[in-house]
């Protein structure tokens, strides 16, 4: 395994974080990187593809007639690394530390996209056929909600035909806990921009005679949900489709204890959130809004007293299944419209959206990856769903008309999007041996009849 660690290293070293234009370099690095390691496996058609934003990296190997074809998906790029003082090893410094290797992207999503690749090579470096048809495609900008991998799939959808999608990028429900992900949870991302004028103006000459951007900001956010936690704008939760009996049935059934969770995981003083529904169900099946960042007015150290006249807000609904992304955009802007004081404008400019997935638990494709990771983990394959988005994974059913495979291999504590983001060694080597056994159990049926 030790090709694995050294790739995979080289890989975490490049700071492809897509949503910074001036790692615009180090993207393309990353991508030239990944396509150096599609041709290292033995991967064929091997290509970078250029369009609007970061590349998309293509390859292929299609040569077991009548075999399941499956669409792998990974992205090579990252988060930013912010706030960097609280890394306790550089983020693009990847650092070993007993079975975890800490870096930006060990986890999400190079340390488990790199699981597929190596799986490839495995075969073919062993000189040993693939027993299914394999298509790459990793794009570059998944985390920063681009879409030149949506356009090329609406443009190509020929050239990436497939019987079933196999994605690395979701966790474990627990450790030791073999998990597939059946859903993920859509998104609306947008800035709201709030202006009262057209300087800032001093607090004391006119304080208490003129708006104020921030407060005007703050009572717009404030309005958009209740006090318990449940968003507030007309209509949001209409379209909300709820799970099925047996899989909430399934979900209670999962090792899940709320007070852990709070203390452990999130790390948090108390839970929130709508009332009446789980932890695991507020997150996996229903809708949430949060504020990612307010800018404006005087946040440097000391004291200016000024009155702002413009603030900005960062601001994202994640969506359940059921919604549409256009009409939550468009309730979410009306409601604002309605919360917007006397003496503001506000406007909301949204930046990216995608729709929720869920896929059905019952297609051979995951019934089969299912036995191939009880199989490497011991114990039953558990079903959970992810409040993350994977913004592809709905276009793929849509597009394509397939279902995506989700196999967790992260862990609860990887740190994703935030300092000393880790993956666990061992599942990266599990994972690989899970996903030649899925392989192999795919390539004994005929893609017909799947
Ligand atoms: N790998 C994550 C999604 C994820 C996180 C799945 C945790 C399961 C568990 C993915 O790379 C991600 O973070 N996506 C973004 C997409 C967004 C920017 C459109 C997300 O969910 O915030
Ligand atoms: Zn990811």
């Known amino acids: 395994m030790e090709d694995v660690l050294d790739d995979l290293i080289e890989w975490l070293r490049i700071a492809s974080i897509s949503a910074l234009p001036e790692h615009a370099p180090d993207v393309r690095r990353a991508a030239e990187f990944t396509a150096k390691l599609f041709s290292q496996a033995g991967l064929e058609n091997v290509a970078l593809i250029e369009g609007e934003g970061h590349p998309l990296v293509v390859a292929d190997w299609l040569h077991a007639p009548g075999k399941p074809t499956l669409l792998c998906y990974g992205h090579y790029d990252v988060q930013p690394a912010e706030p960097l003082e609280l890394w306790r090893t550089p983020p693009f410094e990847p650092t070993k530390l007993g079975d975890n290797l800490y870096a930006r992207g060990a986890a999400d999503d190079k340390g488990l996209a790199i699981i597929l690749i190596k799986a490839a090579e495995r075969f073919l470096r062993a000189g040993k056929p693939l027993p299914v048809n394999l298509r790459f495609l990793f794009e570059g900008e998944e985390e920063s909600g681009g879409d030149h991998v949506a356009a090329y799939l609406k443009a190509n959808p020929q050239a990436l035909s497939c019987d079933a999608a196999l ?36 607090s004391g000459v006119y304080g208490g005679a003129v708006p104020n951007a921030i407060e005007a900001a703050a009572r717009i956010v404030a309005k ?12 949001f939760y209409d ?11 399934s979900w209670a059934a999962l090792p899940f204890d709320d007070e852990a969770f709070r203390r452990d995981e999130a790390r948090v003083e108390a839970l929130t959130g709508e009332p009446g529904y789980s932890v695991v169900q507020r997150s996996w099946s229903r809708p949430a809004l949060e504020i990612h960042g307010i800018r404006g007015g005087f946040t440097a150290e000391g004291a200016k007293t000024v009155i702002p006249c413009q603030a900005l807000v960062k601001i994202s609904c994640r969506l359940a299944a059921g919604q ?15 919360a917007t004081p006397a003496g503001a404008v506000a406007s909301l400019h949204v930046l990216h959206t995608a729709k929720a997935s869920i896929v059905d638990p019952r297609s051979p494709f995951i019934r089969e990856a299912a036995v191939a990771m009880s199989e490497v983990f011991g114990g039953q394959t558990v079903f959970t769903r992810s409040g993350g988005s994977i913004p592809i ?25 935030a300092p000393n983001e880790k993956v666990y060694l061992p599942n990266v080597y599990r994972g690989i041996e899970a996903i030649m056994r899925y392989w192999t159990r ?8 799947m």
């Open 167 to 202: 994605i690395c990028d979701t966790e474990m429900f627990a450790p030791e806990l073999p998990t597939i992900c059946t859903g993920l949870r859509g998104i609306v991302y947008a800035e709201l921009k709030v202006r009262t004028g057209a300087v800032d103006l001093h």
């Open 442 to 449: 795919l390539g004994l049926r005929q893609s017909e009849g």
């Open 224 to 235: 958009l949900k209740h006090n318990d936690g449940g968003i507030a704008i007309p209509g």
């Open 393 to 417: 994974v709905g276009l793929f059913a849509d597009l394509l008309g397939v279902p995506s495979v989700l196999t967790g291999f992260g862990l609860p504590d990887d740190n994703l999007h």
């Open 324 to 338: 549409d992304p256009a009409r939550a955009a468009r309730l979410l802007a009306e409601a604002i419209d309605a």
């Open 239 to 249: 379209d909300v489709l709820a799970p099925a009996p047996e899989e909430l049935r």
